[in-house]
Nanobody, 120 residues
Framework: QVQLVQSGGGLVEAGGSLSLNCTVS????????VAWYRQAPNKQREFVAR???????NYADSVRGRFTMTKDSAKNTAYLQMNSLKPEDTAVYYC??????????????WGQGTQVTVSS
């Protein structure tokens, strides 16, 4: 059974940095795409970044140039480094694991969510 355990996040002032970790068990990052989503209060969950099993990461326009997604296949862990944070980045962030090498939201497994709060 796949399990995604998130850590990191927290409270930071605008312009600051935070990082998120997502450790996966039960399925390998070498065979499955992984992604980050976020959900702000009273808003729908939105895409942040994704990595297929080959190639580099893709980002939402709102975070490109500020966020960096990486993964360590040996640790089966995905990371999201968030720099130059803005108040509008405040949300609960979720990592998600797909069912194949190309990212597809359908059938994905989800982490428990991590709060990121950016104060102005």
């Amino acid at each position: 059974q796949v399990q995604l355990v998130q850590s990191g996040g927290g409270l930071v002032e605008a312009g600051g940095s935070l990082s998120l970790n997502c450790t996966v068990s039960g399925r390998s990052l070498t065979r499955n795409a992984v992604a980050w989503y976020r959900q702000a209060p009273n808003k729908q969950r939105e895409f942040v970044a994704r990595m297929n099993t080959s190639g580099g990461p893709n980002y939402a326009d709102s975070v490109r140039g500020r966020f960096t997604m990486t993964k360590d296949s040996a640790k089966n862990t995905a990371y999201l480094q968030m720099n130059s944070l803005k108040p509008e980045d405040t949300a609960v962030y979720y990592c998600a694991l797909g069912r194949g090498g190309i990212w597809d939201l359908r059938g994905a497994g989800w982490g428990q969510g991590t709060q990121v709060t950016v104060s102005s």
